[in-house]
């Protein structure tokens, strides 16, 4: 029985994703990238898709801000991204905003939630 509990230990460990940090997506200019935050030494990035000929200092569009899934332990910012390429295309400014999970930075769900609230602060201010 020890040896079938150190074995299951041994082969988590091994097959467990490795410690990683937040890196900046590219989506080939389909959306801009900026910083939205910085937590656990990485810097944690928004993307912003837009309609055409949107001007963000003129122009006061509706907006969708989206959060991967992955149950706080891990996901890509790119799981949206057809969606926000939709409804950009369809005149409303998309947003896709990356956070930290247990997966890369081992934090747990208040720090998930803590970041999704700072994207959503960040979008209103912008938006002001």
Avoid at 41 to 59: A, C, H, K, M, T
Wanted: hydrophobic share 45%.
């Amino acid at each position: 029985m020890k040896l079938a509990i150190a074995a299951v230990l041994f082969a988590s460990f091994f097959t467990a994703p490795a410690f990683a940090e937040t890196e900046k997506h590219d989506f080939k200019d389909s959306a801009v990238a900026e910083v939205y935050k910085q937590a656990s030494g990485d810097d944690l990035w928004i993307y912003r898709f837009d309609p055409l000929s949107y001007d963000p200092n003129v122009d006061k569009r509706p907006a969708v801000v989206f959060f991967f899934g992955g149950g706080w332990n891990g996901g890509s910012v790119t799981q949206f991204e057809q969606h926000s390429k939709y409804l950009a295309a369809r005149g409303m400014v998309a947003f896709v905003a990356d956070y930290r999970v247990r997966s890369r930075q081992k934090t747990g769900p208040d720090a998930c939630v803590a970041d999704g609230k700072s994207a959503i602060r960040w979008v209103r201010t912008d938006a002001e």
